[in-house]
């Protein structure tokens, strides 16, 4: 199995060469497993991670770390990061949280539920910051007990919040201001978006702190944690730095109490 870097246009692109740092905190970012991925001649199965959130966490002071899932190593893999990005990809399996599939449903990968279900208990149990974005947000919803919405135009009537498969669709969400995800960003914000699930029943210890025009619920903290929060938005696809600056600042603290 190859581990490829894909860019928001699906070019293989390579790593950014920057030298390594004690200083750096190291940030790990759960990646796809498709079974097979094509680049030049090559059809065969591989680890990716659109390169948008490489260059959005180099950018803002971390080195990026690609996590492929693997069952039984969350431990192992913790032990080497300092945070954790949980990243975009296919629908959850609704069995992670008691449901019945909706036709709606696309692409669950059982594997990967599974252990990035472990690795979030396990980050969790830590205390160590996490940033969870768009799939990864509805992850941290049902790993702490929360369902999911299976199929959001069925509930609120319109697709904006994914109006073209493989396009961002754009648009605002209104922050808590008195929340942990206020304090990094303020008021409404402009968003790059691309789900057609959403939040049901809020997971343990988890609030709502951004909410779209229509109602839904964009984004989740736990205020009780280092920095926990979710957005179901790509916040790496953005121009304003401004979530990935905090994490990795959240990061840097982290690997600092604990002495590296």
């Known amino acids: 199995m190859r581990i490829c870097i894909f860019d928001s246009l699906g070019q293989s692109v390579e790593d950014s060469g920057v030298a390594r740092s ?14 097979v991925v094509e680049w030049g001649p090559w059809h065969e199965p591989a680890v990716i991670i659109p390169s948008s959130y490489v260059r959005a966490l180099t950018n803002a002071g971390a080195r990026p770390l690609i996590v492929p899932p693997d069952d039984g190593s969350a431990e192992q893999t913790l032990d080497l990061l300092d945070g954790v990005v949980f990243s975009g990809g296919t629908d959850i399996d609704p069995a992670a949280y008691g449901a019945e599939t909706d036709p709606s449903t696309e692409g669950a990968a059982t594997d990967r539920d599974r252990a990035e279900l472990a690795l979030l208990d396990a980050a969790l149990a830590r ?28 509930e609120v ?4 919040h994914r109006r073209r498969r493989g396009t961002f669709s754009e648009h605002d969400v209104e922050v808590k201001p008195e929340s942990r995800l ?3 960003l303020s008021g409404r914000v402009a968003v790059k978006s691309h789900h057609h699930q959403g939040f049901g029943r809020l997971g343990r210890g988890l609030d709502a ?35 990935f600056d905090a994490l990795v600042a959240s990061a840097r603290a982290y690997r600092a109490a604990r002495g590296r």
């Not at 996490?130 to 199929?151: E, F, K, M, P, T």
């Open 127 to 154: 205390d160590m910051p996490l940033l969870a974005v768009c799939r990864g947000s509805q992850l941290l919803n049902v790993g702490r007990g929360g369902d999911l919405v299976q199929h959001l135009p069925d």
């Open 157 to 160: 009537g319109h697709d904006e």
């Open 182 to 184: 206020g304090e990094i």
């Open 209 to 243: 702190v951004g909410w779209a025009e229509d109602g839904t619920v964009e984004a989740l903290e736990d205020s009780t944690r280092r920095f926990a929060l979710g957005v179901l938005w790509h916040p790496e696809e953005a121009e304003d730095p401004a979530l």
């Open 22 to 35: 004690a200083t750096r905190p190291i940030v790990g970012v759960t990646s796809y497993a498709p079974d």
